[in-house]
């Protein structure tokens, strides 16, 4: 046990944070926490040796075992909360250690083999979280002593639903309980959350564009779908089509005004592998992997020049109110954005050192740049390519090798399984583009041969 409750603070912190210091509150808040409760301490045991595994296979077996004592504290604990007088300072306590271990359990039961993704317990994390919000607002405390709190739970939820978005079919109004994070940015906006960098928001609009992808996905294959809990129809299949198109367009107009917080808004990590600037940027990838999320999702002519016609028109020239800063021209097609917005993440992130602590959190917008690396975009763009060389097919070959390199050293670095299949899914995506015909390209939709299908189709889902 003293092994692996080490092994966490001397390892798995520094893999399962942006920043890791002494106010790393996944330090600070888990050593408080570890010698009170037995649902913390038994998450740490878990995921501990579940890492330690893909190592040292011999921790596998204790680590499924800590597993189990972790699902069983937990229906403990949640049997505790119920019946604990609520507004008490008992309750509060106890409502944020529960919430803190069923996020920490939902987030590392796939780093054990065969176990899942997790993704069972999103819905009982965000129904304590709504409890957590309604208590500290009913007793007043909201705008007190309590915003450290709320912050850190609030980055812990918006990563979790960014990943989750993608794998599960939900109506996107499920997420509107975040959207609180909108007025702590407000409030603490320089605070850095191990899981979500300087702000939740652009986790929060990676979310919802992972909703809106999933939405469409469903509405074409008019299939009924396991979306790892029950097995239901896409809730939005009914809606038309024109109203899944506004709720991009509306995202979309959103995205592009959002601006990261500025260095004199920033606290100090104190860690000297992760800069402000690292994350500013990993923001801003983030920012921008969203919005190329969003104009996949177009389909039609009249919704692709929409989406066009928004993104041209708030890119455009340094005066613009966006703060989206990339060079577009105003008759610049959703192919021509795909590529310049995909380009644009991958410049950024090859601008972030490779141990830098932003490394645990940049995997899906790699994932979402890298994807769209395919010819039928690449080579029916007809923007200057601005790059390490002008051939566009140099070019993409040239970004592809990056992204592999980055993925391949995620693996190496990290350990985990996820990145394997990260790794796997992209050169399977690339393979299919690049056995499709050049005839076809023109016929292809910015939606096409989209990660998330080829995600499901080759059984590569994957949770990190």
Known sequence: MAVLLAYYFHNVCAINSCFDSFVNPLRTEVAALITTSRLIEFCILSMSAAHLSNSHPHWSLEGLGYLTATVSEL?????????????STAADQDLGTVLLG????????????????????????????????????TSGQAFDGAWPRLHFYLGLQAYWEAMASFLIDQDIHQLDYLH?????????????????GISAVPWLYL???????????????GETLWDGISSTKAVTSHQPLSEDCHVAHVLAKELLHYRPPS????????????SKSQLQDLARCCQLAALVELIRSCDSIDEQQAMATLIADN??????????????????????????????????????????GTRCLYHLPLLIAGSVLLPSIMSLSHTQCGDVTSDKSSACLYWRRFVTERVMHLEQSVNLEAHRRIRLLLTEVWARGDALPVRQYQALTPRSLHWVDVMEDANLRFFI
């Open 75 to 87: 229906s403990r604990a949640m049997n505790g909360v119920i019946t604990v007088r609520p507004l």
């Open 102 to 137: 069923v996020i920490m359990l939902g987030m590392t039961t796939s780093w054990h083999a065969s176990s899942g993704l997790g993704l069972e317990h999103i819905s009982g994390s965000r129904a304590l979280f709504r409890t957590w919000i309604a208590q500290e607002c």
């Open 180 to 196: 609180i994070s909108f007025a702590i940015d407000r409030m603490k906006a320089g605070t850095v959350h191990p899981w979500t």
């Open 207 to 221: 979310a919802k564009a992972g909703c809106v992808i999933r939405s469409h996905r469903n509405r074409d294959r």
């Open 263 to 274: 260095d004199a808004q920033i606290e100090d990590t104190f860690d000297e592998h992760t």
């Open 315 to 356: 890119c455009m020239g340094t005066s613009s109110a966006s703060a989206v800063h990339v060079d577009v021209r105003s008759e610049a097609t959703c192919t021509d954005l795909l590529r310049d917005l995909s380009v644009q993440i991958l410049r950024l992130l090859s601008g972030i050192p490779t141990d830098s």
